[in-house]
């Protein structure tokens, strides 16, 4: 049971909280609830509804031995797939990469805009960019072009002296750092896999 003795006062005891504690989560009310999405969709009773859309998926999780980065590789606009084959992944150095989910020109742009600035740093300061710097400097250009119509939504993951480190930006200059992040507008599917499989 979630409540104990110690929390409980307000001349409530035990079996009062207990009494009002759900059983168990309620199942939807059809004949199969894992095979209903399917079951819909073949039967043709609501045309449309199970038709998920499925837009850029972007993913990366840090494990024991590293950071997994996994993407499509699909251009979309809408119904309309303008290539198969897009590299989603930028490879700003040998220990970095970012990649893209939103407009294909700006995230394009602006990473390898970045790739440059990586560079510049490891030349003046005679090391390698840490990724909490690399993600810094791009979060900072979002920012000042905030409310300007850009459309991006990245992760920057590498590896540098403190270990894996995994960061997403997006076009509002939002930074945030994390073991597991999904970005695109596919990334409720991948969450939902990652929630059940994601083990550290």
């Known amino acids: 049971s979630r409540f104990h003795e110690q929390d409980i006062g307000g001349g409530m005891d035990l079996q009062d909280f207990q009494s009002c504690e759900p059983e168990a989560f309620a199942m939807a009310?059809?004949?199969?609830?894992?095979?209903?999405?399917?079951?819909?969709?073949?039967?043709?009773?609501a045309p449309g509804l199970m038709d998920f859309k499925h837009g850029t998926t972007t993913l990366g999780f840090v494990f024991q031995g590293g950071i997994i980065i996994a993407v499509d590789s699909r251009a979309s606009m809408g119904s309309y797939i303008g290539s198969q084959t897009v590299k989603k992944v930028i490879e700003i150095n040998d220990f970095l990469l970012g990649t893209m989910a939103g407009g294909a020109?700006?995230?394009?742009?602006?990473?390898?805009?970045?790739?440059?600035?990586?560079?510049?740093?490891?030349?003046?300061?005679k090391e390698r960019i840490s990724v909490a710097a690399a993600s810094k400097l791009l979060a900072n250009i979002f920012w000042q072009y905030r409310g300007q119509g850009l459309s991006c939504g990245t992760m920057v993951a590498g590896w540098d002296k403190k270990g894996p480190s995994l960061y997403m930006v997006d076009d509002q200059g939002d930074r945030h750092k994390g073991n597991v992040f999904s970005v695109g507008s596919g990334s409720t599917f991948a969450y939902g896999v990652l929630d059940t499989g994601y083990r550290y």
Request: aromatic share 8%.
């Open 105 to 125: 020109a700006d995230c394009s742009f602006w990473e390898r805009h970045l790739t440059r600035l990586c560079r510049l740093h490891e030349l003046r300061d």
């Open 29 to 45: 009310p059809v004949e199969n609830p894992k095979s209903f999405c399917m079951d819909v969709k073949n039967a043709g009773v």
